[in-house]
């Protein structure tokens, strides 16, 4: 229905924004790639997934098409909705992704919430010679990240929003901000806390 929108950014979080287009405000849910991509972009062009569900109608939106792609791949596979979906293209790009179904990777799958042994082993059988025929992709680097004296808070709340508890995020943020030192950006900090979780 939708294929991609093309706007100002009116409202920006690490799980959603709201495009303007042409006076209409479209809320998209959007993974942390794609955050780290437009986060500092006043416009964007983002690619679009309708789900349809019989309590809602959700929109989708990815930086790039490969992405919005893989998203589409893995909500064929029986058992992975639209929410787990973006949590793995959350904890990994596109790319990545794929590397990892094409060489049957399944432990690597099973470290992304909402994603069981079944589950795992089901995406690599279902779309293991898929992405082996289509050429590999190598890991985008990580984006540089500004540093705000709030990531910790804004990290804290794409957690939440993202299904996790708060005591377990909070545990886990502390642990990255450890990790990845004080000056770390909002994506580095989710996607570095999702790692102990």
């Known amino acids: 229905m939708y294929d991609y929108f093309n706007g100002q950014v009116a409202a920006l979080s690490p799980t959603a924004v709201t495009i303007d287009c042409a006076g209409v405000g479209f809320f998209l849910h959007i993974s942390l ?33 490969e992405e919005r792609h893989m998203f589409r791949e893995l909500l064929a596979v029986s058992g992975v909705g639209a929410t787990t979906a973006r949590m793995v293209l959350s904890s990994m790009t596109a790319g990545q992704l794929r590397n990892v ?18 589950t795992a082993q089901r995406i690599v059988v279902e779309l293991q010679d898929k992405m082996r025929k289509g050429a590999p992709l190598s890991g ?15 990290a804290l709340s794409a957690l939440l929003t ?27 900090l989710i996607k570095t806390a999702l790692a102990y979780l």
């Open 33 to 65: 790639h794609t955050y780290s991509r437009i986060k500092d972009q006043q416009k964007v062009k983002l690619y679009a997934h309708h789900v349809v569900r019989e309590d809602a109608q959700l929109l989708f939106g990815f930086a790039e098409e």
């Open 101 to 118: 179904i094409a060489s049957g990777d399944a432990n690597n799958l099973q470290k992304v919430k909402g994603i069981g042994a079944k």
């Open 140 to 154: 985008t680097a990580g984006f540089a990240a500004e540093v705000h004296n709030n990531a910790s808070e804004e």
């Open 162 to 188: 993202l299904g996790f508890a708060r005591a377990s995020a909070e545990k886990a943020l502390s642990q990255a901000s450890k990790s990845v030192g004080s000056g770390a950006g909002v994506e580095e």
